[in-house]
């Protein structure tokens, strides 16, 4: 058990040291760098250096930090970014604790001796000098995330449970996420039928993916359609629909534009046709909750209008507007007009109702340019053919960016994650924080190849690629189709 633990803690050093690789840009990096010159790092050590963890495993080389002891680097980095230095404190608590609890347990276990009792026995441990803390250290093997063998994209497949809980992420200095990303619930029958992420944008809207409220929607046109032919005066009523949504039967497939389910309603209602229904299949249906802890809200509870905003079935993006009333929404996130990042932050509710809880996934990485996706791409095709002798080149065909693009025609660009948010992630924003400010990047949609998920067949981690939208498209978007959505 143990070795479970140091395991354990050293998987949190490394998440850590990742986490502040993202977060520290090359020239602040090099003034860190350079705060241990002769202490005890020489030249030719610093000229190695090029990253937090290589930092970190030099450190623990020279015994100047150890597993859950981190004081000789904090006190360096304060200088430079007190915010990082007190996140970097947090975990090393965190760890202590682990190692602490750990401890005790193996010593429960092995000895039948209560380690809180005056009898306890204490494990044999390697004892150094005393360092700049002038407290005995304890010497603990350091051991670095591992890549998986024929690509890097291991790296975020780390574990079934590779993610951060959010009391970690409010460590990290960025407290109002609980706040700004809801836990979506809809249900048919009374009973669940999805639950999902969204997020806070402009005045009183709520962003997520389209396809998670596919079904509702259908459920709602095909009983319009239905009373519309039941009407005495259907041909009023298909007129309507024309006028409002373009068309008057088939499916409803919106693309770039508004569902006014609401004025509809109000129509239908002028014209003496019964509307209650709509009210059971949607309001009632559908809620979003912020700020959850311990499985509550604390941050309000919000049904939404009838009245869609913007919905795009390409791009697979919805806009809800929140019934707010008296109550005040949480506050929303920036979303990034210009260019996404190739790394960044997914935060959402991965288990949905399963662990009401906000995760993260730090350190996703975004294939930015059609080069290095078209190589993995390549590979992957090629270990299907090889390992389980299946051609997948139609089911790989859609991770593709366009000739001269960094993303699809619809605005698709492809990620890593951890395993945890392989399901029921949909509609989860992919942050950067930049200016101490979080920065919607993209927002998740779906993984590929998709039989994966169905057929429960899943290759190796670095070969199955997550697609999300990227922002600056769907920025240009709502400019052009709904541009109140985008105001504060």
Not at 4 to 23: G, P, R, S
Not at 58 to 84: E, Q, W
Not at 94 to 109: A, P, Y
Not at 314 to 339: F, N, Y
Request: net charge negative; with cysteine; charged share 25%.
């Amino acid at each position: 058990m143990e070795t479970e633990v140091k395991e354990e803690a050293n998987w949190i050093e490394n998440q850590m040291t990742d986490y502040l690789d993202t977060q520290i840009l090359s020239d602040v990096f090099n003034r860190i760098k350079n705060l241990f010159n002769d202490a005890p790092l020489s030249r030719k050590d610093l000229h190695a250096i090029n990253t937090i963890p290589e930092l970190f495993l030099a450190l623990h080389n020279y015994k100047k930090i150890f597993l859950g002891n981190y004081g000789f680097f904090t006190k360096r980095l304060k200088t430079v970014n007190p915010r990082l230095g007190t996140y970097v404190d947090q975990k090393e608590t965190e760890i202590k604790l682990m190692l602490n609890e750990g401890t005790r347990d193996c010593l429960q276990e092995s000895t039948g001796v209560d380690s809180h009792s005056t009898g306890h026995i204490q494990p044999p441990q390697e004892v150094v000098p005393e360092q700049e803390t002038g407290h005995t250290q304890l010497v603990r093997e350091v051991v670095p995330v591992k890549e998986t063998d024929g690509g890097t994209a291991g790296n975020f497949h780390k574990s079934e449970n590779a993610t951060l809980s959010h009391s970690t992420i409010e460590a990290m200095g960025i407290p109002g996420l609980r706040k700004s990303i809801g836990l979506i619930t809809l249900k048919k029958d009374g009973c669940l039928l999805e639950s999902t992420t969204g997020f806070r944008v402009g005045k009183n809207y709520l962003m997520t993916a389209y396809h998670v409220f596919k079904e509702i929607i259908k459920i709602v046109w095909e009983r319009i359609l239905k009373k519309a032919e039941q009407s005495d005066k259907k041909e009023s009523v298909k007129k309507k629909l024309q006028d409002l949504f373009g068309f008057q039967s088939g499916y409803l497939n919106p693309r770039k534009q508004p569902l006014p389910f609401g004025q509809l309603f109000e129509f239908l209602k002028d014209h003496e046709v019964q509307i209650e229904v709509f009210d059971k299949l949607f309001r009632q249906a559908t809620k979003v909750m912020f700020g959850i802890r311990d499985g509550k809200t604390t941050a309000g509870e919000f049904r939404f209008e009838y009245d869609i905003p913007f919905a795009d079935v390409d791009h697979d993006v919805i806009v809800l507007k929140m019934q707010t009333g008296e109550s005040i929404p949480p506050p929303p996130l920036q979303l990034e007009k210009d260019s996404v990042r190739d790394i960044v932050h997914l935060i959402g509710y991965p288990k949905g109702q399963t662990e009401v809880d906000l995760r993260s996934d730090i350190k996703c990485s975004v294939y930015v340019d059609d080069q290095g996706l078209r190589s993995d791409v390549t590979k992957a095709i090629k270990w299907w053919e090889d390992h389980r002798n299946r051609s997948v080149h139609g089911d790989y065909a859609v991770c593709r960016y366009g000739d001269g693009m960094n993303c699809t025609v619809t605005g698709k660009m492809f990620l890593h994650t951890s395993k945890e948010f392989e399901r029921r992630s949909s509609g989860s924003p992919a942050v950067a924080i930049i200016d101490d400010r979080c920065v919607v990047q993209m927002m998740y949609l779906r993984g590929y190849p998709e039989f994966c998920y169905k057929d429960k067949n899943f290759p190796p981690p670095q070969y199955l690629f997550e697609a999300g939208v990227a922002m600056p498209v769907i920025t240009r978007l709502l400019i052009d189709c709904c541009p109140e959505v985008l105001e504060d």
